[in-house]
């Protein structure tokens, strides 16, 4: 038998994972600039804190995620998303008495059961930050402002936010009901899903993928017109601090997310990169999900970007990740010189200078084949000639010079070819 892969998923091979440890360092490095802790929770959680965070009327809990019941006939499910376990944490280890505003961050992955596609998989890894104790609209743009200064990091370029509010629980029975009002006359033109939504979701309606379904939206009232003063004055306040920045934006009125705990902002930053399905990244704000959970009442807002997506947009840019660090090669010439090499490698490798040796081959052509095959800058040649003047040969593999060194200074040598202190 011939095992693969269970479909969705992916072996990440050592030639991608360059762009993995770069994301993960550039993200890193960001959020400990913005003053963002890690945190990490369990890979899977009681079924329950996802039904009652994410919504029992959203895709993933009613299609898409993968639950079971264990040994002790408890139901378990593997987290489809990073915010309701981070919310479930923030109570259970009362953080918001320990400090005023949490800001938080995560890395790990995730699970989806849907149909798996470009940049899309049902085991997923992502990012996320999340943002708790603060309610301010600078703290929404503050989120939105990391994101696009994340990417750019990255190295991404063509981006731009798509941004929207939803409202809060004051306004959100009016703009259900103006929905209502405009989806009911094409109710039968609608996906089955849509017709389940439409009395106690309908703003769900709005997240529907189906193109057939998306046709009816085009004149849908514009739903900020039925939100609260206080909706529409967050909401402005956030558009115009993401424009003073100078972030590129438009308003979609009907980016809802696909998750029921979203309360005002919601925004998606887009890559021109990605085609059709181009968000990277997307977040929001989600004031009640801590105390509908049993917390008190806080305020939040966040995002989350999937990594395998980021990867597929830095592919397409791949000039970025030429190597960084120089590979220096050592190449033996017979069974005697092996030993000197092998404490050679070491030494280098303990001041800090990438290298590798292979044993296995002892001409000189194949070593060096096996060092241009490997993208090696230099060569380090040592033979029996080479023992009997206690020198070694330092060869530049593109220019095609070389050098014959003392033996005790091709350390510093090389420290010094390439600025090293």
């Not at 913005?34 to 009613?62: A, C, H, K, W």
């Not at 085609?275 to 008190?296: E, F, H, K, T, W």
């Not at 590979?327 to 033996?332: G, S």
């Not at 096996?370 to 993208?375: D, E, G, S, T, Y």
Request: charged content about 25%; glycine content about 8%.
């Amino acid at each position: 038998m011939k095992y693969t892969v269970s479909r969705g998923t992916k072996d990440i091979l050592p030639e991608e994972m360059a762009y993995w440890h770069h994301i993960e360092s550039a993200s890193r490095s960001l959020f400990d600039l913005y003053n963002y802790q890690e945190i990490r929770t369990p890979i899977f959680e009681m079924t329950d804190l996802f039904e009652r965070g994410i919504g029992t009327s959203t895709d993933i809990v009613e299609k898409e995620m993968y639950t079971f019941t264990d040994k002790g006939d408890r139901r378990l499910t593997l987290r489809p998303e990073g915010t309701a376990p981070i919310a479930r944490a923030y109570i259970q280890h009362s953080m918001h008495k320990k400090e005023t505003v949490s800001k938080l961050y995560y890395c790990g992955p995730m699970f989806r059961y849907e149909r798996p596609q470009a940049g899309r998989f049902r085991q997923f890894h992502q990012i996320g930050v999340e943002c708790l104790g603060n309610a301010h609209p600078f703290s929404d743009a503050e989120v939105i402002s990391l994101g696009v200064h994340l990417f750019d990091d990255m190295g991404l370029s063509g981006l731009s936010v798509s941004i929207n509010s939803v409202g809060c629980v004051v306004c959100r029975p009016v703009i259900e009901e103006r929905l209502k009002q405009f989806i009911g006359a094409n109710l039968q033109g609608l996906c089955e899903d849509c017709k389940r939504r439409f009395n106690s979701k309908p703003l769900r309606i709005l997240d529907c993928k189906n193109p057939q379904c998306r046709a009816y939206f085009s004149g849908m009232p514009d739903i900020q017109k039925s939100q609260c003063h206080e909706c529409r004055d967050h909401f402005n306040s956030v558009v115009e601090y993401i424009d003073s920045l100078g972030i590129p934006f438009n308003i979609n009125p009907q980016l809802v997310r696909g998750l029921e705990y979203y309360s005002r902002t919601t925004f998606e930053i887009l890559s021109e990169h990605l085609g059709a399905q181009n968000a990277i990244c997307g977040g929001g704000r989600y004031d009640g999900l801590v105390s509908q959970m049993g917390g008190p009442s806080v305020p939040a807002v966040g995002f989350a970007f999937g990594i395998e997506r980021a990867v597929m947009v830095l592919q397409q840019m791949s000039d970025i990740f030429k190597r960084k660090d120089p590979l220096i090669f050592v190449a033996p010439l017979g069974f005697e010189q092996q030993t000197k090499c092998f404490f050679l490698v070491d030494e280098l490798r303990r001041a800090g200078i990438k290298c590798e040796i292979d044993y296995s081959k002892g001409e000189l052509k194949a070593q060096l084949k096996q060092a241009n095959k490997l993208q090696a800058e230099y060569a380090l040649i040592y033979g029996e000639t080479e023992a009997e003047k206690n020198t070694i040969v330092v060869k530049h593999m593109t220019k095609g010079q070389q050098v014959e060194i003392a033996w005790d200074s091709v350390v510093n040598y090389l420290k010094e070819a390439h600025g090293q202190p």
